[in-house]
Nanobody, 123 residues
Framework: QVQLVESGGGLVQAGGSLRLSCAAS????????MGWFRQAPGKEREFVAG????????YYADSVKGRFTISRDNVRNTVYLQMSSLKPEDTAVYYC????????????????WGQGTQVTVSS
C-alpha cells in the first residue's frame, strides 16, 4: 500500500493560484500512476487530473483543463497540482490517489488515498 500526504491547500481569492503537493511513501513511486480528485460539500468525489508513471502523459477533467497542471517528481516521490485562475466552484477537499493502472481506474475502485487538503476560493 502507498501512503499519501497532501499539503498546500488554503484560502485564495478568485483568479488566484495554489500549488498542491502529495508526498508518497511505502512503495516504489514510479510504479504508480497518480491522480488528483476533489469533493465539494454535498457532492460526490470527482476526478480532476491524472499522470502516468514517468509523467509523460497527463489528462484532465474538462472543468479544469487549461487552468490546472499535474506534474510529478519521481526523485522526491511527490505529485503536484498547480491550480491557476481559480474559481469559487473549485472549492473542495482535494485528494491524491495512486493506481497501478493508467489511465486511473474509477474512483470507487482506488484503494490508496491521502487524507485530503482543503481549498477554498472566495469570490
Amino acid at each position: 500500500q502507498v501512503q499519501l500526504v497532501e499539503s498546500g491547500g488554503g484560502l485564495v481569492q478568485a483568479g488566484g493560484s495554489l500549488r498542491l503537493s502529495c508526498a508518497a511513501s511505502g512503495r516504489t513511486f514510479s510504479n504508480y500512476a497518480m491522480g488528483w480528485f476533489r469533493q465539494a460539500p454535498g457532492k460526490e468525489r470527482e476526478f480532476v487530473a491524472g499522470i502516468s508513471y514517468s509523467g509523460g502523459r497527463t489528462y484532465y477533467a474538462d472543468s479544469v483543463k487549461g487552468r490546472f497542471t499535474i506534474s510529478r517528481d519521481n526523485v522526491r516521490n511527490t505529485v503536484y497540482l498547480q491550480m491557476s485562475s481559480l474559481k469559487p466552484e473549485d472549492t473542495a477537499v482535494y485528494y491524491c490517489a495512486a493506481d497501478k493502472n493508467f489511465p486511473l481506474r474509477l474512483e470507487r475502485l482506488l484503494r490508496d488515498w491521502g487524507q485530503g487538503t482543503q481549498v477554498t476560493v472566495s469570490s
